[in-house]
T-cell receptor, first 116, second 115 residues
Framework: GAGVSQSPSNKVTEKGKDVELRCDPI?????LYWYRQSLGQGLEFLIY????????KSGLPSDRFSAERTGGSVSTLTIQRTQQEDSAVYLC??????????????FGPGTRLLVL | AQKITQTQPGMFVQEKEAVTLDCTYD???????LFWYKQPSSGEMIFLIY??????QNATEGRYSLNFQKARKSANLVISASQLGDSAMYFC????????????FGKGTKLSVKP
């Protein structure tokens, strides 16, 4: 089926505004991951969902960040009161099940967030 | 300490030649997986190859192979017969068996293929 999709592809916002980023995983994939990639850097893990549950939220950089997943499918990452340091590419990935350490994660095209 | 180290910020290779991208890792887990991803300028992360910690044979996928040296904790990516389309960022990543499943990424190597 289709790959991981993310929307919007680009988002420009003003400092202090809230933004919502959406991820639609590959059909049948129960595990969903959010990562952040700052300019010229590797990927930083934010949060992981197994089904609708996020067992560990410690990767979120501050309490302005939150995420939810409904119906075991679509996930939304929300950033409240955005700051300029939140500017980055936000990548979503999904995999069939997290049980095996060999399970491949497939990435979406990312959302490029710019906070002015 | 960094868990994934890629020491080559940038690499050049002549078209049709082979190139090795270095990756070393640090983990105390016995069970782990190592992955390589390619990120072209368009930004998407493309899965290339996987090696499990218990795999005795080096992984191969077409022109990609992974030179896995467990005792040295290295997982170098070898690209044979480089093509212009191989120009991209390459990221090494690890998933530890005891983790919640997230990948730990290195900082990447930018590969440029010269015609």
């Amino acid at each position: 089926g289709a790959g991981v999709s993310q929307s919007p592809s680009n988002k420009v916002t003003e400092k202090g505004k809230d933004v919502e980023l959406r991820c639609d995983p590959i059909s049948g994939h129960t595990a969903l991951y959010w990562y952040r990639q700052s300019l010229g850097q590797g990927l930083e893990f934010l949060i992981y969902f197994q089904g609708n549950s996020a067992p560990d939220k410690s990767g979120l950089p501050s309490d302005r960040f939150s995420a939810e997943r409904t119906g075991g499918s679509v996930s939304t990452l929300t950033i409240q009161r955005t700051q300029q340091e939140d500017s980055a590419v936000y990548l979503c990935a999904s995999s069939r099940a997290p049980g095996s350490f060999g399970e491949t994660q497939y990435f979406g095209p990312g959302t490029r967030l710019l906070v002015l | 300490a960094q868990k994934i180290t890629q020491t080559q910020p940038g690499m050049f290779v002549q078209e049709k030649e082979a190139v090795t991208l270095d990756c070393t890792y640090d983990t105390s887990d016995q069970s782990y997986g190592l992955f390589w991803y390619k990120q072209p300028s368009s930004g998407e992360m493309i899965f290339l190859i996987y090696q499990g910690s218990y795999d005795e044979q080096n992984a191969t996928e077409g022109r990609y192979s992974l030179n896995f040296q467990k005792a040295r904790k290295s997982a170098n990516l070898v690209i044979s017969a480089s093509q212009l389309g191989d120009s991209a960022m390459y990221f090494c990543a690890m998933r530890e068996g005891g983790s919640q499943g997230n990948l730990i990424f290195g900082k990447g190597t930018k590969l440029s293929v010269k015609p």
